[in-house]
Structures are given as C-alpha cells and as structure tokens.
C-alpha cells in the first residue's frame, strides 16, 4: 500500500526543537518532491515547505524561514523537518505529502499532493 | 506572493442538495496549479482536483472543477453525508505554495 507516515511530534517547551520524520512506504520517494503542510487547531491548512527529488530546491514559507530545516534521505526513503526556536503558534499537526507531478499528452505539466501522511502533533508549551 | 480567498466561509446544506464554492485568486496563474482538497477532521487531506478541473483518481463524478485565471469553482451535486467536511483550494505555481482559508460544508 502507497502510504506516508509522519512522526516525531510531541510536546516541546518554547525556544526548543523537534525532528518530524516522513517515511515513504510502497513507492520510491526519491522519485518525487515532498512538502510539509501543518494545520493549528482552528486554522487553515497552511504551506510549510517543499524539497525536490534531489534535495537541491527547497523552499519554505517567510514564517518558517531560519528556524525550518528541510532535508531527506532517499536511500532511507525519508523526509524530515527540523524546527528550531518552536513558538507557541508552531503548535499544529504537521503532515508531509508527496508531489505528484502529470504531464498530459499536450505536454502541460499538473503539480499536486496526492499522498498524504495522516500527521504528528507538536504542542509548544511550557 | 499568491493569496487565495475562498468564499463562502461556511455553507450550510442538506444532503441531496447541490454546493458550490469559490476560490479568487489574488493574481492570475496557470490553471494546472490549482488543486482542491477534501479535509474531514482527523483524517488526511484529500486530493480532489487537480489542475483546476481534473478529478483524481476515485472520486466520484458529482465534484467538478472549472475557472481560469483568478476564479475557480468547486461543485458539489447530489451532496452525500461523507462530503460533510472543509475544503481547501491550493495553488503550485510559485512558492509559498498556499492554501485559501478553507469553505466549511455543513449539514443543515
């Protein structure tokens, strides 16, 4: 079965770190871009980051940049999230997605998430 | 930076019925980045639409995707109790990668 399993969530003081991990299970994660979205209680879900195939794109939301690391291990078939200086409003379930990219036979390129981990919850409190 | 405005923010229906949300864009953007997604609570998202009006894989006829440019809609006919949920349009022209704040489709 094609799955994505997230973990590492917990409970962390502010100012701390987490290390999410986003493991592939029945496909090759290497073949595809991976992106981190998260979701606060009440909230929307909100664009966290995104690594390509190789590693060598990533992008990240402005709220996230110098605190969030993205990287990943294809040979594990493995993503993960480092999040430094956790605040309080850091505080959501984070799901990783594969994306998945379709080209038609007019040569239109489609980029979407069409596998998703069920999540991890990080709570930053003291 | 794209913004996506989804309206309305509720919509409060009785099963049968048919629903229709919007999704705006803040600029114009090709149309195969715009995506739809089904969230039910405590579950994964869902992929429902890609490239504004393509259904993914196992999803019924009743969603349909349409728009271009700035405007997208998502409709729902035939409203079935499983399509009580939040849905989100999302775009991946050009990062942030956002999501719309999400239309709550509600029993009535």
């Known amino acids: 079965e094609v799955q994505l399993v997230e973990s590492g969530g917990g409970l962390v003081k502010p100012g701390g770190s987490l290390r999410l991990s986003c493991t592939a299970y029945?496909?090759?994660?290497?073949?595809?871009?991976v992106n981190w979205v998260r979701q606060a209680p009440g909230r929307a879900l909100e664009w966290v980051a995104s690594?390509?195939?190789?590693?060598?794109?990533?992008d990240y939301a402005d709220t996230m940049k110098g605190r969030f690391t993205v990287s990943r291990n294809n040979a594990e078939s493995a993503a993960f999230l480092q999040m430094n200086s956790l605040r309080a409003e850091d505080s959501a379930v984070y799901y990783c997605?594969?994306?998945?990219?379709?080209?038609?036979?007019?040569?239109?390129?489609?980029?979407?998430?069409?596998?998703w981990g069920k999540g991890t919850p990080v709570t930053v409190s003291s | 930076e794209i913004v996506l405005t989804q309206t309305p923010g509720t919509l409060s229906l009785s099963p049968g019925e048919s629903a229709t949300l919007s999704c705006w864009a803040s600029q114009s953007f090709n149309r195969n980045l715009l995506n739809w997604y089904q969230h039910r609570p405590g579950q994964a998202p869902r992929l429902l639409i890609y490239?504004?009006?393509n259904r993914a894989a196992d999803i019924p006829d009743r969603f349909r995707g349409s728009g271009s440019g700035t405007d997208f809609t998502l409709t729902i006919s035939r409203l079935e109790p499983e399509d009580f949920a939040v849905y989100y349009c999302q775009q991946h022209d050009s990062p942030p990668y956002s999501f719309g704040q999400g239309t709550k489709l509600e029993i009535k």
């Open positions: 490239g504004a009006s």
């Open positions: 997605a594969r994306l998945l990219m379709v080209r038609d036979k007019e040569n239109y390129y489609y980029y979407h998430m069409d596998v």
């Open positions: 029945g496909f090759a994660l290497s073949s595809h871009s």
């Open positions: 690594i390509s195939q190789s590693g060598s794109f990533i």
